[in-house]
């Protein structure tokens, strides 16, 4: 592979890591699930959560250039948090527009 084509800008989009967590309304929850994404100097890039009728709590997180296997990892570590029930992940990839 010639240096040039080293050095040249990848063209695959950056992926975004999204976490869905649904847990007992509990106001300790949020801090621990926080806590996975901050002990390791990560910001989430988008943050969501509500409580629904049935006193349930989901909150909606995305990480912007998290790799699958770490994004895989700390699904499963927010999924040893007590009180949440089930983590769901899923992997986006911003479109690259026509240059």
Same mark, same amino acid.
């Given at each position: 592979?010639?240096?040039?084509?080293? &050095?040249?800008? &990848?063209?695959?989009p950056?992926?975004?890591?999204?976490?869905?967590v649904s847990?007992?309304?509990?106001?300790?929850?949020?801090?621990?699930?926080?806590?996975?994404?901050?002990?390791?100097?990560?910001?989430?890039?988008?943050?969501?959560?509500?409580?629904?009728?049935?006193?349930?709590?989901?909150?909606?997180i995305?990480?912007?250039?998290?790799? &699958?296997?770490?994004?895989?990892?700390?699904?499963?570590?927010?999924?040893?948090i007590v009180?949440?029930?089930v983590?769901l992940?899923s992997?986006?990839?911003?479109?690259?527009?026509?240059?």
């Amino acid at each position: 592979m010639s240096c040039a084509a080293e &050095s040249a800008p &990848s063209t695959e989009p950056e992926p975004t890591a999204c976490f869905s967590v649904s847990a007992d309304a509990d106001p300790g929850v949020m801090p621990r699930v926080l806590e996975v994404f901050a002990k390791r100097g990560l910001v989430p890039t988008f943050w969501t959560s509500r409580v629904g009728a049935e006193r349930d709590l989901t909150i909606d997180i995305q990480m912007r250039g998290m790799e &699958s296997e770490l994004a895989d990892y700390l699904a499963r570590t927010l999924r040893q948090i007590v009180g949440v029930e089930v983590v769901l992940t899923s992997e986006k990839r911003a479109r690259l527009t026509g240059t």
